[in-house]
Every structure is written in C-alpha cells, then in structure tokens.
C-alpha cells in the first residue's frame, strides 16, 4: 500500500492542472474567488511535488514510474499555469517559450531513452521546478501589488536560465545514454 501513495500522489498532481486551468479562465483576471482556488490547488500540487519524492525515498518505494511521470506532473503544472497567466494576466510569453521548447525536448529525450534507462530529475531540475512554483505562487496571489509581481517576474526570469542550463545538461546525459546503449556499454547513470 505504501507503494502506491507517492505514485498516486503524483496522479493527483495531474488531475489538478486542469482544474487550476479552467479555474484562471474563468477568474479572466479578476482576482475573484476562482483564483483564489487555482492559487490553493495549485499550493496544494506543489506540496504534492515535495512530498511524493520525500515518501518514496523514504519508504524506498522510488519507481520507474515516479521518475518518469514526476517530471511530467510538474511539466504540466507550471506549462498549464504559466500559459494561462500569459494569457489571462499580459506576463511576457518568452519565459514560457523557453520553457516550453525545454520541458519538450526533455521529455523526448527522456521517452526515446526510456526502455534502456530511466534519466531522474537532477539537482539542477528540481532547482528550476522550485523556482517556477514560487514565481506562479507569486503570480497567482489576488491583489498582489506592483513590487511582488516584480520580484515573481525575476523569479521566473531566473527559473527560464536554469531550465536552458538544465536543458544542456539533459542533453549529454540523454546522449551518453544513447551512446551507451548503442555500443553495449554500462549505464549512462555511471
């Protein structure tokens, strides 16, 4: 049973990106009660991101599965949230392209690599997510004045740097992958 709840956890994160979603339509900037729900699912996910890898670690429980669907929860999340907050509130499109062409290009790589080994978040990838959840909990605060929506802004900014960084990184591991796998070498985790 222990097993299961990081795994099922992350499943929820999952299901709650569209509703946090539909939830920043409908508000359409108004800083009503819909975004204040979006704003309490979307803390609540982030909690869920934390706590579904600090359980399965600790139950020694960590699967496939979670290092492979993890990632994309949180990819959804912040790609959902962000692209609505583009949309809904004028927050300049290029962080979200960069993270978008990033996130994109490490799930391929991820996927195409993921019958010979399953590449985890790295150290450098966690730092990226924790900075993108900050700055949509920044964002999404109704009624937040000018100075917090400036610091979230810088807080993005530096979360779109780490993720082209992190990108490069994921780039040779998922190539010294192939390679290894390819040649019959060991594991590209070595």
Partial sequence: MTGSVPNALTALRLLVVPIAVV???????????ARWWALVLVAFAAATDWLDGYLARRWEVVSGFGKLADPIADKAL?????????????????????????????????????????????????????????SLLMFLLPGAPAWWDAIAWWVLVAAAVVAVVTGIDYARTIRAANRAHRDGTADADA
């Fill in 23 to 33: 939830l920043l339509v409908v508000d359409d900037g108004a800083d009503g009660p």
């Fill in 78 to 134: 912040v790609l959902g949230v962000l692209a609505c907050l583009v949309v809904v509130d004028g927050i300049p499109w290029w962080p979200l392209a960069i993270l978008v062409v990033r996130e994109v290009g490490v799930t391929i790589g991820r996927l195409a690599v993921a019958s010979q080994v399953v590449i985890p978040a790295s150290r450098g990838g966690k730092i990226k997510t924790t900075l993108q959840l900050t």
